[in-house]
């Protein structure tokens, strides 16, 4: 049992502060995703990072229309409580929030 803690022991201690064969080489003990080795793992970090730029530009433009519209139509003094009149079957709103969301879709999966 001392023996094998002992070799343990000894094996870290080369590994971490000998110079084996091929110590010319810098060795990476932590892998780093932002400098990718091969070139499957760069078409992942293009991937990553085109995913990660759309969603952050959908963030800004959703976290900016709310807060614009919690300014603009957030409840008056003079609020007389009623509901103003509703307005149903917006083609031109419907087709905008299908075919954005299709687009972006089609951008992630190509």
Same mark, same amino acid.
């Not at 990476?28 to 970090?45: G, K, N, T, W, Y």
């Given at each position: 049992?001392?023996?094998?803690?002992l070799?343990?022991?000894?094996c870290?201690?080369?590994?971490?502060?000998?110079?084996?064969?091929?110590?010319?080489?810098?060795?990476?003990?932590?892998?780093?995703?932002?400098?990718?080795?091969?070139?499957?793992?760069?078409?992942?970090?293009?991937?990553?990072?085109?995913?990660?730029?759309? #969603?952050?530009? /959908?963030?800004?433009?959703? !976290?900016?229309?709310? $807060?614009? @519209?919690? +300014?603009?139509?957030?409840?008056?003094?003079?609020d007389?409580?009623n509901?103003?009149?509703?307005?149903?079957? #917006?083609?031109? /709103?419907?087709?905008?929030? !299908?075919?954005i969301? $299709?687009? @972006?879709? +089609?951008?992630?999966?190509?």
């Amino acid at each position: 049992m001392y023996l094998r803690a002992l070799g343990l022991l000894f094996c870290f201690a080369a590994s971490a502060f000998g110079q084996g064969a091929g110590s010319e080489y810098p060795m990476r003990r932590v892998a780093d995703m932002f400098q990718p080795l091969s070139r499957p793992a760069e078409m992942i970090h293009v991937t990553a990072v085109l995913v990660l730029i759309i #969603s952050a530009v /959908i963030f800004v433009i959703v !976290t900016g229309l709310l $807060i614009y @519209i919690v +300014v603009k139509f957030r409840l008056s003094q003079d609020d007389d409580g009623n509901e103003p009149p509703q307005i149903y079957g #917006s083609t031109n /709103i419907e087709l905008a929030w !299908t075919v954005i969301p $299709i687009l @972006i879709t +089609v951008v992630l999966v190509w």
